[in-house]
């Protein structure tokens, strides 16, 4: 099994920056990729970016330019820095372990950006 801890979440303003951080752990080495995803009230969750074991990353069109995935130690930790953020990233945000046999989830941590 694998749990995820998310952290770094809070309240900033328009065009400040954050960074979430993912701390994996149990069995990290069955992770072939962790993704950031983030839920707006009344709406689906979508994914942000993903960062795979191999390194490659993928952004939501909406995030490119402003945040940046990275890994610490394999993908042991997780970071998602956001900068310029804007309203419209206010979330609950959640990383998600990628394993050969599913998946694991956080338990979130709320984002808020005021205008």
């Given at each position: 099994?694998?749990?995820?801890?998310?952290?770094?979440?809070?309240?900033?303003?328009?065009?400040?920056?954050?960074?979430?951080?993912?701390?994996?752990?149990?069995?990290t080495?069955?992770?072939?990729?962790?993704?950031?995803?983030?839920?707006?009230?009344?709406?689906?969750?979508?994914?942000?970016?993903?960062?795979?074991?191999?390194?490659?990353?993928?952004?939501?069109?909406?995030?490119?330019?402003?945040?940046?995935?990275?890994?610490?130690?394999?993908?042991?930790?997780?970071?998602?820095?956001?900068?310029s953020?804007?309203?419209?990233?206010?979330?609950?945000y959640?990383?998600?372990?990628?394993?050969?046999?599913?998946?694991?989830?956080?338990?979130?941590?709320?984002?808020?950006?005021?205008?």
């Amino acid at each position: 099994q694998v749990q995820l801890v998310e952290s770094g979440g809070g309240l900033v303003q328009a065009g400040g920056s954050l960074r979430l951080s993912c701390a994996a752990s149990g069995s990290t080495f069955s992770i072939n990729a962790i993704g950031w995803y983030r839920q707006a009230p009344g709406k689906q969750r979508e994914l942000v970016a993903s960062i795979s074991s191999g390194g490659s990353t993928t952004y939501a069109d909406s995030v490119k330019g402003r945040f940046t995935i990275s890994r610490d130690n394999g993908l042991n930790t997780v970071y998602l820095q956001m900068n310029s953020l804007k309203p419209e990233d206010t979330a609950v945000y959640y990383c998600r372990a990628i394993v050969n046999y599913g998946f694991y989830w956080g338990q979130g941590t709320q984002v808020t950006v005021s205008s």
